[in-house]
């Protein structure tokens, strides 16, 4: 059996400035937001101890589907690593991506930031070209295929895009015959279909991708973003749908139903469960809130 937990939009809050030229447009009002009303949402503790439960499960990977930070400072991608660290798996075994917060402002994303700091939890067995993404890791008869949807967005919106491009490399990769063999867990951070709406919030290309997936199909889904646990379905191409999981974030310190969580999934073969682990504030720990077969 293989074991692996899937975790997003932690959204370390490490808010150290190289400079006050950082604290300019955007960031100066995510700061101020951050300040007013994320840092008390949004709990440090939270993911100390969802750290602590992770290291009991016995896990063969973990998957973080992005929004590591909130206003995309270099401060928070270090705290971010510092838990990924802590956690005690190697990077081989832990596989990010970027989400919306983390392509916050223009200069990150043209800088590479994110994906300098993050390259061990990147490498890639299967990439097009020089593109850094999608790109493709292969654990034994899994293979997880990461997609990118972080772009800034010279706004206040949330919302993301994979281009044609990087759809073009996506297919090429999910069509590989080493790739297609094998169970193909698709990570990416925004959802590729609507849970919530608002064209400020959503992946503007939806569309092509389930018509990519439709042709090409996949395994399973994961996403983050939305900040709530959902379990849907896209069509697939031999009729069996595409189980598409999204997760709760995993620093949020809401209601019952939305606060800090993680899912587990476990795989023999092409079976797939998957298991919700939720923090309980009466104990203090991270208890079982659900289980389901996909």
Known sequence: MFRLAHVSDPHFQNF????????FGKRALGGLNLLLSRRRKHRMELLTAMQADLKRRNLDHLAITGDFCNIALTSEWEAGLRWIAECGLSPDRVTVIPGNHDAYVPGVVKAGTFDRLFAPYLSADHRVGDATYPFVRVRGEIAFVGISTAVPTGDMGAWGEIGEAQLGRLRHLLLMPEIRERLRIVMIHHPPLVHRPGDDRNLRDMAALQSLLLHTGADLVLHGHDHRDYFAELPGPT????????????????????????????????????????????????????????
């Open 239 to 294: 009729g069996k749908p595409i189980p598409v999981v999204g997760v709760g974030s995993a620093s949020y310190s809401g209601s019952a139903d939305k606060r800090s969580r993680y899912h587990v999934f476990e795989i023999e073969g092409r079976s797939i469960s998957a298991i919700t682990y939720a923090h309980v504030p009466a104990s203090e720990d991270f208890q079982e809130a659900g289980r389901r077969t996909l």
């Open 16 to 23: 150290r400035l190289n400079g006050l030229s950082e604290l």
